[in-house]
């Protein structure tokens, strides 16, 4: 594979297909479902590829791109990819197809659609490899300008407040991160995150912000965060989500919540915690609180909705709750003496684990969601359903396993990723993980009512009229995601074999505070 | 090189021949000064081919005017001229595009705007501060009558204020300059003797006499509290002369203000940077805010311009390479964007819904019957509020990097202005041209009932204008060292370096 530049055919394909889209505007409605899907699955073949001939004792950056872009700002045009950059675009490249194929039927103007959701997808992949500030956050920003015309254009009704919330929101943090990102190259004269991140470890970025006052690495450190926090979103910066989710498409609903969410979580480990590790361990206690707020809260919040799209909205702060628990407790008990290094590892595998097992059940669940509410002409309320499981029982069973999945029942995907994180949290930060299994369990409580308000009882609601089961194009969407849970739960080793020496490396060289 | 001054004249002669064609034929004096415009920057663009960035002026014509006072004929171009130059060919020639429409006196208008921009040349090539201050003049009496003439909204009232606080400006620059001249034994406007002769009057006078040419130029880039001239003056301007006088007429304040006020005294640029910083902080946050509430989208466009320019002053406040860099590259990237947004709003909208209240554009699917315009705008305003990708970016991220290094306390403000110009520009999209898209794509047929309006389609010259500026704005965003390299040798000029602190960039 040598030569041949896999991340930048990587990013651009996807951003080929959007010109294409847009320079044949005449093309007709099949033509240009064809031809977005088949941009879109390009990620997941040159995922493959590169993970096949990834080599997975390395843990530095594989396939690295380097040119020199911008003389005078030091910017570098930077492409590296890692066993956590890996496993985040397969996962959008086993995404974004499906969120495509679920929008298969039923929606106007598929070119513009295919258009915007290309761009989208090609800049979440240039977030998981771009390695320049500069670079990166070309992306980073990017991203949000696709996804606010997807969910505003073709969203539900309340989609234009929502999507307006979601932009400003996110670019409020955004120009918090930015201004860090001033100070950082003011103080240092680099953008690169490699550099960056070997300035972080040896403390010496600090100590160079502090040149100016004492409070500034802090004040940097503030501005970082709140730009990932707002993205992920971190409780109490996620009331833009609900809405947002909710609002949206089903196809875009399921990009946002596996990838999108996925670009704050990716931006905590890839940047805020190699750069800032002394912050982070000093802010370690009161995140741990915010995670777990994230945790127990959006769980306890699933449970009192009564529109199921915006339950399982929910459902994703509680689950990426889980993501940054992990790192924060990581975080709050390096430097501890006796610090177990099994239990580092152990909460570190399962925050990767979790970021692709999410972005699998969430998906799905997103979907199955659309499916009723396509099925019922637009209702998707809990009380609107009641014993579809008889009329469909196929699609009640793939439903059902999501959920399963989704609330971590052993065997299935979810479970691997949430026990590691709670074997590693109850390792670093007991009390922590004490805390957050009152989330597993207000979970397993609103998902159960959601099985049994829904696909058990007399047939009740929209379920009570014809109620096709599923067939076709949507079980083309969620028999690969079902398979996928059931192959991960039992054989994790698949994922966990791509990225263990980098945990392990994470795990051996925790920048001490 | 040597061509350049050559910009001046062609488009002094096209003003001329357009002015005497357009007497028998709109249509030929159009053409006239489609082809005027795009020689002129054609010159600049063969000349940037071949310019070698160094430090200092490259002498293009030197010739003695007034010897009596040493007043010389001196024309000469350095990086940041050249940046400057090219930006204005460029909006020149968008600007005829998007004039094609004019049918009311059409070759005046046209031999005014040429006039306009042979000034605009003018005061990019001096390298005499008299000579300057004469293409200055001559660039304030055109704007006048284009507005005046072919203007929209309160256009009398627009173009006496702009004129007037134009001509203040000027007054204070002249004196200030007269002052330096007289009572420092000046031998000629040239910008070193000046300069020299600055730094003989005591401290108060040089603080006084640096207040008012700088606070002179400044006016012109609108900045605040002396900014009110540029949104009325933009709102009531037609399409091009919007461009012309956001693009490029502002700039001609915020050069006059690096170019010639920096140098004339670091000792009263020491007195003042700081007030200077805050000026311009407080108009960045301030504009922006003003542009949020305005109901007429060319007023949001208009305030848009003047947080802007705040930039480019802040950037020269910082006075250290990166940050006047920066600021350069933002009088580029604004130059572009500004012209862009008053295309859109004032050509492709205005002229074919005969309204720019966003209470009554809301009310009409723009996405759907000018899918073009909307989609300029979308970009536009993504570029406007300083997005990765586009010049904006590089041009704040310096600007702001920059100004770090001498106090984060302006940072965190104009970040503050970062936020709100998202804000403001988001609005004007969501508004102006999603208005009611709720639930609906750009492209379905409209809902039933009701007809909806007519608009005729972009034309092939609009097209044309919008995307030579798209291009610009994608170009340099992607790789500012376009320009960068040509606008940092010029800041290691000694001129410069007697006032800009800290090393290269």
Redo the contacts between chains.
Sequence with gaps: MSGIPVLSLLVFAPWAGALLLVLLPNLGQRACRALTLVFSLSTLGLGLAAAGSFDRADTGYQFVETHR?????NVNYHLGLDGLSLILVLLTGLLAPAGLLASQRG???P???GMLFLLLQGAALGVFLALDF?HW??F???SL?PAYFLI??????G??RAA?QF??YT??GS??L??GF??I??ATGTLDFVQLAHLGASGELGARLSA??GF?PEAVFLGVFLGFAVKVPLYPFHTWLPAAYAEAPTGVSMFLTGILSKMGVYGFLRILWPLFPGQLHAAALPLLWLALGGVVLGAFAAMKQTDLKRMVAYSSVNHLGYCLLALFAVSAATGRLGSPGASDAAALSGTLLQIFNHGISAAALFFCVGILEERSGGRRGLGDFGGVRTVAPVFAGLCGLAMFSSLGLPGLNGFVGEFLIFRGVWGLVPWAAAIACLGLLATALFLMTFWQRVFHGPRAGAAAGPFADIRGLDLAVLIPLAALMIVLGVLPQILTGLFNPLITSWAGHLPLP | MSLLPWCIYLSLAGAILSLVSGRHSAAAARWIALATAAGAWGLTLAAATRFVPGPGMQTLVDLPWIPTMGVRYHLAADGISLTLLVLTGLVATSGVLFSWNIGERTGEFFALFLALVAGVYGVFLSDDALLLFVFYEVAIVPKYFLIAIWGSTRREYAAMKLALYSFAGSALVLAGLLWVYAAGGAHSFGFAEMARAAALLPRGDQIAVFALVFFGFATLAGIFPLHTWAPTGHVAAPTAASMLLAGVVMKLGAYGCLRVALPLSPVGFAFWQTPIAWLALVGIVYAGLVALTRQDLKFVVGYSSVSHMGFVLLGIAAANPRAVSGAVLQMFSHGVVAGLLFAVVGRMVYDRTHTRMLADLRTLPLNRLLPFAAAVFVIAGMASMGLPGFSGFPAELSILVGAWTVSPAWVAVAAVGVVVAAAFTLRAIRLGFFGTSEGQCPAVPPPHGGPTPHMDPITLPEKAGALLLVGATVVIGLNPDLLLDWINPALQSPLFQSVLKGGAP
């Excluded at chain 1, 872009?69 to 700002?73: E, H």
């Design positions: 872009w911008i003389a005078s700002l929606d106007r103007d070119g513009h659609f500069f956050f070309i980073w920003e990017l300008l505003k254009c073709w969203g539900g009704p989609a234009a307006f932009v400003i670019m409020g120009a918090f930015l201004l001033v100070a190259f003011a100016l006052g500034w």
